[in-house]
């Protein structure tokens, strides 16, 4: 949001920012839907749902300049991807892990939904780094962004695997989620974490060495650059498209 701030700004455009009460897939394409019925002349989303979503966007895309940040929907008639290369920030987040556990050992992982496309990439990128390294994920648990269920899933795995070493969470609350359940269960030092993001309560638990290790994006980026393209598409028109990459990936590193 601070990103598509500064764009306006600069700019002198209008961008509105609409962010999903309950996070559901339902919600957004109803979002979706309402703007592009709104006349707006770009449109730039975070799908939550990237495979099933496709029709909803691909009638977004007929109507408005559509481009995806952050979770991409490759299979969509997107014209642009703002983001991380999901898969690298999960390689770069499965080499902490082994760093971590050097002699190997047993992981779960955390996050609000897999059937995204951040969190399929991350896991994918873990899950190659890790290989051949004795490293076991004996869990995965999704909790559908509720906050209450994000902690209560750590709770429930570390209390069913006595053996747990390590607990991963993809998203960027899964952080906090995760610090106070190993908080609560006076696991410090004993269950390690290694997480994405820089919620602030994801950067206090590294300061107070409840979790080891956060990889970070660069979400300023999604915002600024998200906003920049939507504007260059909206007044340039072809020169914009022809301006896209090949690639039609714009990664911020």
Avoid: C
Avoid at 40 to 55: E, N, R
Avoid at 101 to 114: E, N, W, Y
Avoid at 216 to 225: A, I, M, N, R, S
């Amino acid at each position: 949001a601070a990103g598509v701030k500064k764009y306006e700004q600069e700019s002198k455009v209008q961008v509105d920012v609409k962010m999903p009460s309950n996070g559901t897939t339902e919600e957004q394409n109803q979002i979706l839907e309402n703007l592009s019925s709104q006349g707006y002349d770009s449109i730039a989303v975070s799908a939550i749902a990237p495979t099933d979503q496709v029709p909803v966007l691909n009638r977004v895309a007929q109507k408005s300049n559509l481009i995806t940040f952050d979770s991409d929907a490759p299979k969509s008639n997107r014209l642009l991807y703002i983001g991380t290369n999901n898969y690298e920030a999960g390689k770069a987040l499965g080499a902490q892990i082994v760093k971590l556990l050097p002699s190997g050992g047993k992981m779960a992982v955390f996050v609000g939904t897999l059937s995204a496309d951040n969190a399929a990439q991350r896991l994918k990128g873990i899950e190659d780094a890790i290989a051949g390294k004795k490293i076991e994920i004996v869990d995965k648990r999704e909790d559908n962004t509720d906050r209450a269920k994000a902690r209560s899933n750590v709770e429930d795995i570390i209390n069913a695997h006595s053996d747990l070493n390590l607990v991963a969470g993809l998203w960027s609350y899964n952080g906090p989620a995760i610090a106070s359940a190993i908080e609560a269960l006076g696991k410090k030092g004993k269950v390690l974490a290694a997480v994405f993001d820089e919620e602030e309560g994801t950067l206090n638990a590294i300061k107070s060495g409840v979790i080891a290790v956060t990889v970070v994006q660069k979400p300023f980026q999604f915002g600024y650059q998200s906003s920049k393209w939507m504007h260059e598409l909206a007044t340039k028109g072809d020169a914009a498209k022809q301006a896209i990459p090949s690639s039609k990936v714009i990664d911020t590193g």
